[in-house]
Each structure stands twice: as structure tokens, then as C-alpha cells.
């Protein structure tokens, strides 16, 4: 059976070496081992191997591989891959360059290159190879490395130009160069990776438009006691990881939270408040955290002034609204909207009372709110689903994932809005005319639900950010993330004894992932627990 090349998986990408093979075991039960615990590719690199030894010893795991429908890569040598009719050779940076190799052995074959820098990565670009490994993320001892691990930065800075269409067509100044990318050049990353740093490497690195296929491993599967229960594990994790960064939206999302904190800072949006009597303190203490200018007022004579204001927005928050209160918000939206500016709605408490139902209905005939947000309860009653579990301005009891999503896009649908529905997991959506995002959030702690005005002071944050960018799906997340990994971290400071000490160690948190972020240190982010749906 031929294999396509055009849809390998390159998600667990095993490559051989026999001086690490455990004494009870041989190589080939090493491969088969990992090929049945879910490895999808493999390498054969015996560097000390005489070519006899190496064709015998190919043939046998030629035969494993093509059992499974995988394909088997050889390392380096161009004889071998011919003799044994391989799937395809890699190649170091030093050994046969890729044209003579390419003519060799037709465009059917794979042809892989290991790269360490940007140059490298353009270059194999030009000579359209099928993948790239990238490394070495860490050091490892399978290798002696002539140059210093990259970490995972290095690997999506390289991330960065390998499929890159735009350099592209500059690099091709005009001209066509007969090499334009017809597919993506896949990539697995290499280098002291194993099981228990897999997750974070998939994780840590991509760029906002590319991310990699899969992980090259040695040592923590060929050198197992257990082959194949390592290969399993790997597979999981591995599949797992993926899977979340394949997704251009998290990838996006992830690239621009660090900047859009940081850049919230340095612009400084006001935030017109007119919020709720038990919030108002909080939430502008919180927006004042983030580096933004809050002010509260209800005086209707007054805001086409603030409306007026450079990066202004409005929050209504309906918490204590009444029945003159309405009046006010369709004047607060009416001035923003006169001079172009973001309106965020949280529709606290709607569905508990038939007077709030009655306000509610009235701002969403008036519509255009940039974003809609709020708890379960809240945002079941403002799509219109019946049923929604509410006591007061608390949301009581949660329906499955699908429901929830069910319920958000449905609002997200009739209002034009990116609707973001809070709880211990958070759900946001946003439709528009181009494609519908949708993604799922895991961070925060517990004790957000056990203080007043948690989900107000995140639609202080969420005001705050959808102000300074037009992506109003993307400065909602990222405003998320920035308060629920706060409120994490708040927690393992140590000086949290219950929800009353919470509160200042998660403004203090909120400050200081501001501060790191204006500092470019975006390292705060890999802890974002965010997946597509
Ligand atoms: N059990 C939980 N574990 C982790 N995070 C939570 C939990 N409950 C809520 N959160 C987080 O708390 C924030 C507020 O969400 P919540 O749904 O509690 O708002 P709310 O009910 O509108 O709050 P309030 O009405 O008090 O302002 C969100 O960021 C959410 O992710
Ligand atoms: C407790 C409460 N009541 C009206 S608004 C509010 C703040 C939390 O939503």
C-alpha cells in the first residue's frame, strides 16, 4: 500500500537510535511497541550503522511501518531510502542539499529538514521540503548540540515565516518563482521532549498564523521499559494539544491577549459606568487597575460630553435598574452610538423579575451593544430560552456545554453581539458575516463565585478592552483571561485565607499581570486554559 504524503500525520513522530534500547528488548519491538501505542511516523537514524546493517535492520521495520500505513523516514542517506523504497529522508543542514535529493526521488516522496533559525526555515521554504523539524527545543542526550537549545520562543519565532504567505510574496519580489506554497509545510518540533513537557512545547509554541504538527521524540520512547504504554501517553497528550492550537482563533487569541493588556495601559480608554449601586466602587477600582479611566454617572445632560472623550465606552450594567434607570441607558447608548463608540450590556438579574424582563427587552430593541455579557441565568433569559435557573441577580443550577452554547449563539445570532456567558467555565461566541468563533474557557478560581460583583467588574474589563480594539471577540477573551489566570494567581500567593482576602490579592494580581504584559513578559498567558468548540 503507496502512502499519500499529502496526508501524513505528524503528530508523534518517532525517531530510532539502538544505543538506547533497554537490554531486555531490541529495536524492532521497540518500534512496534510504539507504532501500536499510536506513534504516526518514523525515522530511522542510525548513525553508526554500516549500510548492510542499516537496509537489514530498514527491512524489518520497513515492514512494521508499512503494516500500520505509516510511513518510514530515513535519516541522511539517499542510498538507503532507494534500496529499501522508503516514504522519505531527512536531512541535517550539512548533508545532500534538497534539489539533488528531490531529483532523485521524484515529488512522491517525503523530504524533511532539521532547522534551528529563521535563515533555514526560508531557505527550505524556497526548496519546498514537506516538513521541518525544528530544534533543538531543549537539550537533550541523543545529540551533542553545536548550538544552544531554542526553547519554545525560538520555535514559534520560526513559526512565524515558514508558511507565511505574505513574506512569500515578498520574497518572491514580484516575480513568480516557480516554488509559491501550493500546501503547508508541516513541522514537528525536536529536542528533549517527552511526556511530561509535550503539552507545554505544542502550547508555548506557535505564531498567530501557524503551529505545529506534531513532536519528535527518542530517548522517551525508545529508551521505555514500556514502549508502548509511553507512546500511548505521548499520543494523548499530544492529540490533545494540538488539537486546542490548531485552532487559528486560540492561536490569535493567545498572540494578542499579552498586547492587548499591555496596550490598554498605554492608552488609557474611559470607561463610562452606569452600573449597579453594589459594584461601583469595585468595578472602578478594577478599571483603574488595568489602566483605564472610569467614571459613573447617570446625568443624562452630561454624556454626549463623555461620549466625546478619545477611546470612550459604555457599560450598562442593569443591576439596580428601574424604570427611569431605562430611560438613562437608551440615552447612554443613543450618545455613544452618535459619536461611533462601544456599548458592552450586562443584563444583570434579567429573567428574576418581570420589570427587569421589560427593561432588558427594551435595550435589545435598541440593540448594537459591542458585546452582551453575563452569567447562565442572565444570558438564557436575554436569548429568550425558556427556563432560565435564577434566584435574584445569582444564576442557580447549569445546563450541559451544548445547551449553553446552543443558548449563547442563539443570542449572539439575533443580536449581532459577541456574547460571552460566564460560570466556572466561560462560553463566547460571536457570529459574523465572514465565519462564527466560539471557544471555551477554564480558568478562574472558585472563589470569583463567592464575592458580589464578579461578573460586573469583568464587564468593567471587558468595556475597558473592546474600546481600544475593533476585534471585540478577541479583546473579550483576552480580558478574560487577564482576570480569571488573576484570580488564579491571587490564590497561590499565599496571602488568600477566603473570598474577603481575595478581592485585594486579585486587583493586586490584575495590576501585576498589567505590569508584566507592558514589560513584553508574556509568559503569564501559558497558563490559559481556552479550547475550541
Ligand atoms: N466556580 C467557579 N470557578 C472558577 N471561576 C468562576 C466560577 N464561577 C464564576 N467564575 C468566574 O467568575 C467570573 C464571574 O462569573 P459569574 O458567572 O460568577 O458572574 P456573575 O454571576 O454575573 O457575578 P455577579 O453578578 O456577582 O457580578 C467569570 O470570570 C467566571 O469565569
Ligand atoms: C447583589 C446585587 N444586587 C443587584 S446588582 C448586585 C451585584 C451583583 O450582581
Redesign the pocket.
Known amino acids: 500500500m503507496s502512502i499519500d504524503k499529502k496526508v501524513v500525520d505528524y503528530s508523534v513522530y518517532l525517531v530510532t537510535d539502538s544505543s538506547l534500547v533497554p537490554e531486555s528488548s531490541s529495536l524492532v519491538r521497540q518500534v512496534e511497541e510504539a507504532i501500536r501505542g499510536g506513534a504516526t511516523i518514523v525515522q530511522l537514524r542510525e548513525k553508526e550503522a554500516e549500510t548492510r546493517d542499516f537496509i537489514e535492520i530498514g527491512k524489518k521495520i520497513h515492514e512494521l511501518t508499512r503494516k500500520a500505513g505509516i510511513p518510514l523516514i530515513i535519516n541522511d542517506r539517499l542510498d538507503v531510502v532507494l534500496a529499501l523504497d522508503a516514504e522519505g529522508i531527512h536531512v541535517g543542514q550539512d548533508d545532500m542539499d534538497i534539489p539533488t535529493i528531490r531529483k532523485h526521488l521524484g515529488p512522491e516522496k517525503i523530504i524533511g529538514v532539521s532547522v534551528s533559525n529563521i535563515e533555514e526555515a526560508r531557505q527550505a521554504r524556497v526548496d519546498d521540503v514537506d516538513y521541518v523539524g525544528i530544534g533543538a527545543v531543549f537539550g537533550t542526550q541523543t545529540k551533542n548540540l553545536k548550538k544552544s537549545p531554542m526553547g519554545t520562543g525560538g520555535v514559534s519565532e520560526i513559526l512565524m515565516v515558514l508558511n507565511d504567505d505574505e513574506e512569500e510574496e515578498q520574497s518572491a519580489s514580484g516575480e513568480t518563482n516557480g516554488n509559491k506554497l501550493a500546501r503547508r509545510i508541516q513541522s514537528v518540533a525536536i529536542g528533549g521532549i517527552n511526556q511530561s513537557n509535550a503539552e507545554s512545547v505544542i502550547k508555548e509554541s506557535f505564531s498567530a498564523h501557524d503551529h505545529l504538527d506534531g513532536v519528535a521524540v527518542v530517548s522517551c520512547i525508545i529508551g521505555a521499559e514500556d514502549a508502548f504504554k509511553a507512546t500511548k501517553q505521548l499520543k494523548e497528550t499530544v492529540v490533545e494539544a494540538l488539537d486546542i492550537m490548531k485552532s487559528r482563533t486560540i492561536r490569535e487569541l493567545l498572540a494578542a491577549t499579552t498586547y492587548m493588556v499591555a496596550a490598554v495601559a498605554e492608552t488609557s480608554p474611559f470607561v463610562h459606568h452606569m452600573t449597579n449601586t453594589v ?1 461601583t466602587n469595585f468595578s472602578a477600582n478594577m478599571t483603574i487597575t488595568v489602566g483605564a479611566s472610569p467614571a459613573m454617572s447617570e446625568c443624562v445632560e452630561e454624556f454626549d460630553d463623555f461620549a466625546k472623550i478619545p477611546n470612550s465606552s459604555l457599560l450598562i450594567n442593569m ?1 439596580t435598574a428601574t424604570f427611569e434607570g431605562l430611560a438613562r441607558f437608551q440615552a447612554g447608548m443613543k450618545a455613544y452610538y452618535k459619536q461611533n463608540r462601544r456599548v458592552v450590556l ?1 443584563p ?2 434579567a429573567g428574576a423579575s418581570q420589570h427587569r424582563k421589560n427593561v432588558l427587552q427594551q435595550l435589545l430593541e435598541l440593540g448594537g451593544f459591542a458585546v452582551i ?6 444570558i438564557t433569559a436575554a436569548a429568550g430560552v425558556e427556563g432560565a435557573k435564577v434566584r435574584g ?3 442557580v443550577g447549569s445546563e450541559s456545554i451544548e445547551k449553553r452554547f446552543e443558548i449563547v449563539e442563539k443570542l449572539a445570532s439575533t443580536t449581532g453581539s459577541v456574547v460571552l ?6 462560553v463566547l461566541v460571536h457570529h459574523d458575516k465572514k465565519n462564527t468563533r466560539k471557544l471555551l ?1 477554564r ?4 472563589y ?2 463567592k ?9 468593567s474589563l471587558v468595556t475597558a478592552f473592546s474600546a481600544c480594539f475593533e476585534d471585540a471577540f478577541l479583546a473579550t477573551g483576552a480580558a ?1 483571561l487577564l ?2 489566570i488573576a ?1 488564579e494567581r491571587a490564590v497561590e500567593t499565599g496571602r488568600v485565607h477566603g473570598p474577603g482576602s481575595f478581592v485585594p490579592a486579585l486587583i493586586d494580581q490584575i495590576y501585576q499581570i498589567s505590569q508584566e504584559s507592558q514589560n513584553r513578559d508574556s509568559s503569564w498567558i501559558s497558563r490559559a486554559k481556552v479550547y475550541p468548540y
Not at 455579557?373 to 442572565?378: A, I, L, M, T
Not at 456567558?421 to 466561560?426: L, R, V
Open positions: 459594584v443591576g450586562d444583570v438579574g455579557k453575563g452569567n447562565e441565568g442572565e441577580v445569582d444564576s456567558m460566564t460560570g466556572e467555565e466561560d474557557f480558568n478562574g478560581h472558585e470569583l463565585s464575592i458580589t460583583g464578579s461578573g460586573c467588574v469583568l464587564g478574560l482576570y480569571t484570580s
